[in-house]
């Protein structure tokens, strides 16, 4: 079985909005392989965080492809209002829309790449039926809408359980993603249960224990 490539998705909720240029250097110069962009809408989750706007003019200042979060209710009417382009990742809520099926197809539709996100609430089980839509799942290691919060532990053997699940059942390619805490320890514990891509917000790359590229060395060490 070929093993998925390691790849960090900096969480550009965290960032620091008025050095974001020379961030967006920094974070291009050591191969960054995404941009995670938090959407929230303030129902979905208690929240308001980036939206369309931003998400426009990041395309245009970077060639990182995004990793665009939906935290937002009724998906499906709000896709079109995204520029989304070819290579971005789109991540849905489960709960976030009926027809759940329906809006992977219409990302795939747009050429992006489809992740579905689960809660620490939301079992494994709802994944079953979906699998050959997805390119990814997302692990929340936290409930959506806040950065800073602390990992939630039951959703360590939740990864564990994944990978074996998409491993046995022919889908080892899909990927996963996992979101929260994922401190330079909590990294190395998640790539050991299985997942490849992480988030990093305030628990790594944007701690203010370390600057900014020592914390991304450190990061990939984690994930070695
Ligand atoms: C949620 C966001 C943040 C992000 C922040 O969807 O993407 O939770 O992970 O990182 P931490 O948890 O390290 O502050
Ligand atoms: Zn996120």
């Not at 191969?31 to 003019?57: A, P, S």
């Not at 990041?58 to 990182?64: E, V």
């Not at 839509?133 to 990864?159: E, H, R, S």
């Not at 998409?166 to 889908?171: A, F, I, K, P, T």
Request: charged share 25%.
């Amino acid at each position: 079985m070929a093993e998925l490539k390691k790849q960090i998705s900096p969480s550009l909720m965290c960032a620091d909005f008025l050095n974001l240029g020379d961030e967006l250097k920094a974070l291009e110069k050591h191969g960054i392989e995404y941009l995670h962009i938090d959407i929230m809408d303030g129902v979905f989750v208690q929240n308001f965080t980036l939206g369309t706007d931003f998400v426009k003019k990041l395309h245009s200042a970077t060639t990182i492809p995004l990793d665009i979060h939906l935290m937002i209710k009724d998906p499906e009417l709000k896709l079109d209002w995204f520029d989304i382009r070819e290579g971005d990742y789109v991540s849905v809520h489960y709960e976030s829309c009926t027809h759940i099926q329906a809006l992977l197809q219409n990302i795939k539709k747009k050429g992006a790449k489809t992740m579905l996100a689960l809660n620490p609430g939301t079992p494994l089980c709802v994944l079953e039926d979906l699998l050959p839509d997805l390119d990814a799942v997302l692990i929340m290691t936290v409930n959506p809408g806040f950065a800073g919060q602390k990992l939630v532990p039951q959703t360590l053997d939740k990864i564990t359980r994944l990978r074996k699940m998409l491993d046995e059942s022919g889908y080892s390619h899909v990927e996963i993603e996992c979101d929260g805490n994922v401190s330079f320890e909590n990294a190395k514990k998640m790539n050991d249960a299985g997942a490849n891509i992480f988030v990093a917000g305030t628990s790594s790359i944007y701690s203010k224990d370390g600057s900014f590229e020592e914390n991304i060395a450190k990061l990939r060490d984690a994930i070695k």
